[in-house]
C-alpha cells in the first residue's frame, strides 16, 4: 500500500473529527436529535411534515459555515478539488440523494451518529457505502481510466 | 433557545467538516483510492468524531428529555433489510463518483462553489425521486414503512 504523505493531514482530520463528534454529541443532548444530514435536508421534501423550522436553521448553519469560519480562521478554509465532470456531478448528486434516503442515512447519520450509538444497523450502512465508495473509486481510476 | 442552538450546532459541524478537510473531494477520494496514493486522512476524522459521539451517545441514551427539555429523538428501527444495505451501496457507488457526501456538498455549496451547487440540485432531486417511489409503493401494496 503506498501512503500519499503529500495530503495525509492526520492532525487537521483528527481536530476536524473532535469537532465533528462535539457537534454531534451537543445535538443530541441539547436538541435530543441525531444529526443526520441527509435526514435533516429529506425531511424538509416530505410532504405533510411540520417540523421544517429546525432543519432550516441547522441547515442555514451548515452553508454559512465557510463564511463564518474565513472571518475567525480563513487559513482553516481551503480550496476543494473537484475533478468529476458536470455529468458525473449530477449522477453522483442523484445516487447520494436516492441511496441517502433509502438507506435511511449518511456518513453523519449512519457514519458518525451510529457508530457512536453502537448500532448494528448503522454499522452494516456504514461498512456497505465504504466498500461501494472504495469499489466506485477503484473502477473509475484504475479499471476504466 | 431551541432554533439557536439548531443554527449555532450546524455552524459548528460545518466547521468540522471544513477542517477535516472532508469538504474537499479530492481528500475524499484520495482515502476511497486504496489502490492508488491512499490518504488515511478520513480514518482520522471518523476516529476523533466517534470517539466524542461516543460519550455523548452514552450519556445521551440515559435521558428522558434533551438539555432543553424536548422529547428524545433516538431513531427505534432495528432490523438489517434489504433497503439499508441496497441504499447505502447507491450513496456509496454516488459518494465515489463525485468525493461528495450530503453535509460537505452543502458546506462547500455554501462557499459558492458551482459545482457543489449543481451536485446539491442534483442530491434533492435524488430525494425527492425517493419520495415519489415511495408513495407509488405505498399506494400498490398499501404498506406503509417508516423508518428514522
Redesign the interface.
Known sequence: MNIDWVHFSPWAALTGGIVLGVASAAFVLVNGRVLGISGILGGLLVPQRSDASWRVFFLLGLILAPASLSLIAPELVGTPRIDAGNVSIVAAGLLVGLGTRYGSGCTSGHGVCGLSRLSPRSLVATLAFMASGFATVYLIRHVLA | M??????????????????????????V??F??????????????????????????T???K?T????G??????T????DR?????????????????????P?????????P??A??????????????MLERRIKLTSGASSK??
Not at chain 2, 443554527?7 to 479530492?26: A, E, V
Open positions: 431551541n432554533r439557536l442552538s439548531e443554527f449555532l450546532i450546524g455552524l459548528l459541524f460545518g466547521w468540522g467538516l471544513l477542517i477535516s478537510g472532508m469538504t474537499d473531494p479530492g481528500k477520494l484520495g476511497l483510492d486504496l489502490a492508488g496514493a491512499w490518504d488515511p486522512s478520513l480514518a482520522f476524522v471518523m476516529g476523533g468524531a466517534v470517539l466524542v459521539g461516543l460519550l455523548g451517545f450519556v445521551a441514551k435521558r428529555r434533551s438539555f432543553l424536548s422529547a428524545m429523538h433516538l431513531p428501527a432495528r432490523d438489517i433497503r439499508l444495505v441496497l441504499g447505502s451501496l447507491t450513496f456509496g457507488a454516488g459518494w465515489g463518483l463525485a468525493g461528495f457526501c450530503p453535509g456538498a452543502l458546506v462547500a455549496m455554501g462557499a459558492g462553489i459545482k457543489a449543481l451536485f446539491v440540485v442534483a442530491m434533492i432531486a435524488g430525494m425527492l425521486l425517493f419520495e423508518r428514522t
